[in-house]
Every structure is written in structure tokens, then in C-alpha cells.
């Protein structure tokens, strides 16, 4: 790599940037591509990575349904909690048979998404892909939310932070994940037997004690802290139809979690699909059996609910099953510290998850490119920022607390169920394999059962939050659709270039203009860089706003010796990309088959320093001039700071912040001596500048070719060529039989003959040697005529 000075720098020795070396203190090593790979789980290790997020729903399903019964049917909620639970139970069964025929069909990663996508077509599968993103963000917060009332029913005292803690947790999530922590391996499975063991030791336990001594029953009503609860003796008198399905709906939050054995089929070892349809039988029976179990007790020792979120109903149980004695407290510990694992580990899962399935959609051109993008550690950064934001934000505006989450909850997960049931029966009218109509019976039941409980949801939990997501899921299918739409009419236009290709256009001039707010480095860099386009004009505009500053420009460019012409513009309504518009529509209306370049300096800093320093002037003059036909804009970025460093290494840290403006001026003194490395001519050191040709001198000059023109006598045809740079034009004329004839428009011509004046025309060559150094198009020929 070489450097400004002309010398070789290895590419390593190259200095890293403060915000780089940051992410690697922050993030660690990064890790090159060759170490992605995906590990294949056998199928114990896949039940304990892959099912936390459904079985530990498990951990607080029964307490929302008795949240909801308890203020209007009294302790006829204990009774009407078994109904409604078996209700749930017959869901799981249908859900559960239904993805069994889905991770068979399918053994891609993606869900629901892929079944609606390859049966429905893209579009309609952004209805399950809405659904599974907003379950992932709300997941998150969830699962988060109830580990910390697990935490708090432990240790009451950290109650009263529960918010703080579960931001904290997610915070956590997302820095370790951003690290590149895998989802896979013995580790992760082990939350998963561990809250299945202990509370399954709760169920075992308190069944025996219930059915041998009876368990002792708390008293709902003389609870301090405990949810309002009815004090009526009927069911009729408290809990009303709609009563019941809002507990209904805050109690199918315990299916939960059942579609990620499908979300993730391809992680295991082959053969995938029979693999993961009895990992995912195994997951249903122990949600299933937990589920049960838990409400049973519930039931049998009127655990109830407290306002504040804790102690939970799950923790009441335990610590009336387990007893009061030394051996009780350390179960009950146990009990305590497995769920808030699994809760934590099952809010860990969405961190792989949801940026996968963003990749996924946004491959299918229906999300940002950035979604597809790997980080730092070969992990969907941009994903994983998104939903630890998403989360956040839900868990502050709810107040982090479980019941205020559930109702947005429910609606992704059986959206998602109900687009997974429907085209697997689309799957199974299409292909009609053995035994189709009895998987089809179920998958359409499946479907169809969803869909209710999405209404329920809707209907029944409106008022408690549910509007939000009524809302905002047309909203973001929309959105999905929308963003796919851009990218396919791009997409059109790039198949219409491949086949329809436009006509190269060779244009007779190039006119540069160099956009200046002030003199510095940036500007010189930006006349250096006009210069070498080789252009017929370069002319720097200033848009004056105030007169004093548009003077002192001038006196300071002059002062400089700059021998690019300054035209200052006068600017009154201060409206920059529109007078910027009218100068290139000046400059293409003077001359036709002209095209014009717009340069817009900018001195760059650090990202947010720059923020703060700098508006985005330079890119709304940018997409005024990008509007203009045969215009356009070109920002040149000029890093201040590493070449004042470069020019003052040993003050730079010190004088940098007290004397920015003198040292710059000084450096730009400094640099007059080397002015022509900003601004002079970029022509060899033969040529010479048009404007300074003087007849009888014999001259080399270098110009772009504006027009030619056929002269006809009766000597023959001769060919004459006008020949420009930015100091004037030059008429070269080539007799008969001295060549001319491969000069093309547009073309940069060196020529070298005797200037020759007649009367008052002006100065022009006759049969001068002439070298075609670029063609039209950029190529460099140097082809010399003879």
C-alpha cells in the first residue's frame, strides 16, 4: 500500500481507529469467516437447548389465569382454573401434532415463515414472519421479566429494583451474545433439566402429600398484598363470559415457545426431521405434564397472586409442598434458582433467533440489507442491537411486569401457529403423500383453533394492551411489504441494464466545480483532487450568505496565490442545494454535450465528533445535483486530524485543542511551497497551459477535445479539432494526409507544434505531433501519431 508521500507501508502497520480499537477491548479478537460453523445437536442435548423458552412458561401460566379470575369470581377461581387449563392442554396436543407434520415437511431453519412462504408466496408469509418477530422481542422481555420475579421471590428486598434488574439482564444478554455466544452445547442444556427435575419433584411431592395428608390451603382473602379478590359465593356472580376468556387468553401464554424445535430443525444430527418430530413430542409432554401439575396444586393449595408480582404462585407452592424445615428452605432455593435459569436461558434463546430470522426475511429482500450483515464475532450484530433495543423500550413502558406483558405475548405465538397450520393443509392438498387427509384434519384444526385464540386474545385483552399489537401487526406487514417493494423495482431496473444496456455517452466537455465554505485543507485537497479529473474548467463557488465572510474568503484565497478561479454566488434565501442546482443547469445550458461534477469537500473526524461538528449540508447538495441529468456529486472526505498529527506529531496533543485555527493556517502557510501538490496543473512538466501559448514559441499543451470539424477544399479534407483546458481553447488544424483522423470528442490530447496567430484570430497549431493520452470512455492509450 503506498502511502501520500510515495513510500510502501505494510497494511498492517497501519493505525487502527479509536472506535475500532474500543470494539476489540469491548467485543474481544474478531473472528475471521473460516471459524463460522454450525454444531449438529443430538437429540438430548437439542431437547435441553432448544425447549426452555416453552417449558419454562410453565413457570407462570397458571399465575396468569388466576390473576385474571380472581378479582371477579373469588375462590371459584381455584375451580374454574382446571377447565381452563384442560382447554389449554387440548391446544398443546393439536399445536404439538401439527408441527410434528411441519419439521418433517421442512427441515430448513425458519418456522412458520418457510411453511406460509413456500405455499402462500412471500408476501403472505410476512404475516407469519410479523408474528414471529414481535414474538421473539416480547419473549425477550417476558422471560426476562418473570426470572427476576423468581429472583425476587427468593429475595424479596431486590423487589423493588425488579425493573432495573430485568434491563440489567437484557443489557447482559445482548453485550454476550454481541461477544459470539453460542447456543448450543451441555451448558445450555442443563436450565432446561434442571427446572424440569425440580418441579417436577414439586408435582411428584406435593400429589403425594395431597392425596396421603392434604396440603395446607393459603387464605386468598386475608392476603396482604395478595390480587382484589370477589367476595361473592357463585361463578355467575363474578366471572362473566368475557371474564373467562381474558383467563383463557392470559393461560395460553403457557404454549409459548413450542414452535422453536421448527425454527431450528437443521441443527440437528441427521435424519433432521424424524429427529426433531420426537424432540419436539418429548418437549410437548413435559410442558404438558408441568403445566398440569402446577395448576393442580394451585388448585389444592389456593396459591395466589400478589399485586406486586412476587412471590409468584409457582413459589408458593414450593414452599407449601416442600415445608418450613432446613431440607423444604433448600429445595425451595433450588426450586427458585432453576426457574430464574431457565426463564433466563429461554430469553437467551430469541438472541439467536430473531437475528436469524431477520436474516432470513431480509435475504428475501423484505428487511434491511444491514440485517444480513455479520459482525465482529461472525454474529448478526445489527440483529441482536435491534431486539435487546425492542425489548428494553416494551419492558420500561410496561413497567417490566409479566401481567402487563402477557397481552402482547399470545397474538405472535398463535399468528404464527395459525400461518404454520394453514400451509401445511396447503401442503398437503398440493402434494397428497400417504395417509395426507388424516395430517391435513389436524393441521387445519390446528389452524383454525389458533385463529380463535388470536381473536379471543384480540377481543378479550384489548383494553389491557392488546390494541398495540392489533396495530402494530398490520403496521409492520405493511412495512415488510413495502421495503420489498423497493428492493424488487431496483431489482428491475438492474435486469433491464443486463439486457438493455444505455449507450455510452462521450460528452465534448467536463466542467468542475469545487463547492468552498471556507479555505483549509479539505478545500485544496478537494482542488487537487478537480485537478486530476482532467477536466476543460475548474471553477470553485461560494454561496454568499454573509458579505463580510464572502470577503474575507476572497482576500484569503488570494493570499494563497490559488489560481483557481473563486466565483462567489450570491445567496439570499440561504437555500444552498437549490442555488447549487441553478449553477450546474447555468453550466449545461451553455454549451451542449457538456457534463458537470460537483465537488463537495468535507473534513472528517471521529464518527461522533463529526456528528457534532458538522451538518449534512454536503449530502443535500448531493441529491439536488444527483436530480440534474449529465450532473453529478462527488463528497471528498479529508481526515484533519491524522494530517495534522502527521504535520506537528509531537504538539498535536496538546496544541490541538487550544490553537485549531492557528495551526491549521500555519500548516497551510507551511504548505505554500507545495501548493502545485493541491492545485497546479497535473499536465507533465513539458506542457504548458493554453492560455499562456505565445505564436512562434514552440509548445506542448494538453487539452480535451470540445469539437471537430470536417474542412473540405480542393487540397483534400482537413480535419480541425478545438482543444480546451481550464485556461482557454486552442484550434488545431491537421492538412490533408497529417493524420487527424482517430481524434475522437471528448478525448485528452497532448499536442506539441509552433502556435501560430493570424490578424486578430486567435492563436492555433497547424500539423502538430499529437498523443491521445485518455479515450472517451477513461481508458489511458498514449497512442502517438507519427
Given amino acids: 500500500m503506498t502511502s501520500k508521500d510515495g513510500s510502501t507501508r505494510p497494511p498492517d502497520l497501519l493505525p487502527e481507529s479509536v472506535g475500532y480499537a474500543f470494539k476489540r477491548l469491548f467485543l474481544g479478537k474478531p473472528l475471521t469467516t473460516e471459524k463460522l460453523e454450525t454444531e449438529r445437536l443430538s437429540n438430548p442435548i437439542a431437547l435441553g437447548v432448544l425447549s426452555p423458552d416453552a417449558i419454562s412458561s410453565s413457570a407462570y401460566g397458571t399465575e396468569e389465569i388466576l390473576i385474571e379470575l380472581l378479582p371477579y369470581a373469588g375462590l371459584a377461581a381455584f375451580t374454574l382454573l382446571l377447565p381452563i387449563t384442560g382447554v389449554i392442554l387440548v391446544i398443546l396436543v393439536l399445536v404439538a401434532a401439527s408441527y410434528r407434520q411441519v419439521v418433517m415437511a421442512y427441515t430448513r431453519a425458519g418456522g412458520s415463515y418457510v411453511v406460509a412462504r413456500e405455499n402462500f408466496g412471500p408476501r403472505v408469509a410476512q404475516i407469519a414472519a410479523a408474528a414471529l418477530l414481535i414474538d421473539y422481542v416480547v419473549t425477550v422481555a417476558v422471560q426476562t421479566a418473570a426470572g427476576t420475579v423468581a429472583v425476587a421471590s427468593a429475595v424479596p428486598a431486590l423487589g423493588p429494583y425488579h425493573l432495573e434488574i430485568t434491563v440489567g439482564v437484557v443489557v447482559v444478554m445482548c453485550y454476550v451474545n454481541l461477544r459470539g455466544l453460542r447456543e448450543a452445547g451441555r451448558r445450555f442444556a442443563v436450565p432446561t433439566y434442571f427446572f424440569a427435575t425440580m418441579i417436577a419433584l414439586v408435582i411428584v411431592v406435593g400429589v403425594v402429600r ?44 403457557s404454549l409459548t415457545g413450542v414452535e422453536a424445535i421448527s425454527n431450528t430443525v437443521s441443527y440437528f444430527r441427521k435424519p433432521e ?46 414452599r407449601t409442598v416442600f415445608g418450613d424445615g432446613v431440607t423444604g428452605h433448600l429445595l425451595y432455593v433450588l426450586v427458585q434458582i432453576s426457574t430464574a435459569a431457565i426463564l433466563f436461558t429461554g430469553a437467551n434463546t430469541s438472541f439467536n433467533g430473531f437475528p436469524a430470522l431477520a436474516n432470513f426475511v431480509a435475504e428475501d429482500r423484505f428487511l434491511p440489507r444491514q440485517l444480513t450483515k455479520r459482525g465482529h464475532r461472525l454474529v448478526f450484530s445489527n440483529g441482536i442491537i435491534v431486539l435487546a433495543v425492542l425489548s428494553v423500550a416494551l419492558l420500561v413502558g410496561t413497567g417490566g411486569t409479566v401481567n402487563a406483558l402477557v397481552p402482547f405475548y399470545a397474538i405472535g405465538v398463535f399468528t404464527g401457529f395459525s ?72 431489482a428491475a431496473i438492474l435486469e433491464t441494464f443486463r439486457t438493455d444496456r444505455p449507450d455510452q455517452v462521450n460528452y465534448a466537455r467536463h466542467r468542475v466545480f ?6 483549509d485543507l479539505a478545500v485544496l485537497e478537494a482542488l487537487r483532487y478537480g485537478r486530476g479529473l482532467g477536466a476543460d474548467s475548474l471553477t470553485a463557488v461560494h454561496f454568499m450568505i454573509d458579505a463580510a465572510h464572502a470577503e474575507r474568503l476572497r482576500t484569503r484565497w488570494d493570499h494563497l496565490q490559488l489560481t483557481t478561479s473563486l466565483k462567489i454566488v450570491d445567496c439570499p434565501d440561504r437555500r444552498i442545494p437549490r442555488a447549487t442546482q441553478q449553477v450546474v443547469l447555468e453550466a449545461l445550458t451553455q454549451h451542449a454535450d457538456t457534463h458537470v461534477t460537483v465537488l463537495l469537500p468535507r473534513r472528517s473526524y471521529a464518527p461522533l465528533l463529526g456528528r457534532l461538528l458538522h451538518d449534512r449540508t454536503a449530502d443535500k447538495i448531493a441529491r439536488a445535483v444527483s436530480r440534474i441529468p449529465h450532473a453529478a456529486a462527488t463528497i471528498v472526505p479529508f481526515d484533519v486530524q491524522s494530517q495534522l498529527q502527521q504535520a506537528y506529531p509531537d504538539e498535536f496533543e496538546e496544541r490541538i485543542a487550544r490553537r485549531f485555527d492557528g495551526l491549521q493556517a500555519r500548516i497551510a502557510g507551511d504548505e505554500l511551497s507545495q501548493i502545485d501538490t493541491y492545485e497546479r496543473p497535473v499536465n507533465p512538466p513539458s506542457t504548458s497551459e493554453i492560455g499562456t501559448l505565445r505564436a512562434g514559441r514552440r509548445a506542448t499543451v494538453q487539452g480535451r477535445v470540445h469539437e471537430i470539424r470536417d474542412d473540405t477544399t480542393g487540397n483534400g479534407t482537413a480535419v480541425e479539432v478545438e482543444l480546451g483546458d481550464s485556461t482557454g481553447t486552442l484550434d488545431v488544424r491537421f492538412t490533408a494526409t497529417h493524420g487527424g483522423e482517430d481524434i475522437l470528442t471528448g478525448q485528452l490530447l497532448r499536442v506539441t507544434g509552433d502556435p501560430q496567430r493570424s490578424g486578430d484570430l486567435p492563436v492555433r497549431m497547424v500539423d502538430p505531433v499529437y498523443t491521445i493520452v485518455e479515450s472517451p470512455g477513461g481508458a489511458v492509450t498514449d497512442d502517438a501519431s507519427p
Fill in 273 to 318: 426431521g424424524p429427529n426433531a418430530r420426537r424432540v419436539l413430542t418429548v418437549m410437548a409432554c413435559i410442558l404438558g405434564f408441568l403445566v398440569a401439575g402446577v395448576s393442580y396444586l394451585a388448585y389444592v393449595t389456593h396459591a395466589t397472586p400478589y399485586r406486586e408480582g412476587y412471590p409468584s404462585v409457582l413459589s408458593e407452592v414450593t
Fill in 514 to 519: 469545487v463547492m468552498v465554505n471556507s479555505v
Fill in 210 to 253: 395431597e392425596l396421603v395428608w392434604g396440603l395446607p390451603q393459603y387464605d386468598p382473602e386475608n392476603i396482604v398484598g395478595a390480587v382484589p379478590v370477589h367476595q361473592g359465593n357463585g361463578l355467575v356472580m363474578g366471572a362473566t363470559v368475557l371474564v373467562v376468556l381474558r383467563a383463557f387468553a392470559n393461560g395460553g401464554s
Fill in 419 to 490: 400461518m404454520a397450520g394453514y400451509g401445511m393443509t396447503k401442503h398437503h392438498l398440493t402434494h397428497k403423500d400417504p395417509g395426507w387427509r388424516h395430517k391435513l384434519a389436524i393441521n387445519l384444526s390446528a389452524g383454525v383453533l389458533s385463529t380463535v385464540v388470536v381473536g379471543i386474545f384480540a377481543v378479550a385483552k384489548f383494553t389491557e394492551g392488546a390494541w398495540l399489537v392489533v396495530v402494530v401487526f398490520p403496521v409492520l406487514v405493511f412495512v415488510l411489504i413495502r421495503l420489498n417493494r423497493e428492493y424488487r423495482a431496483e
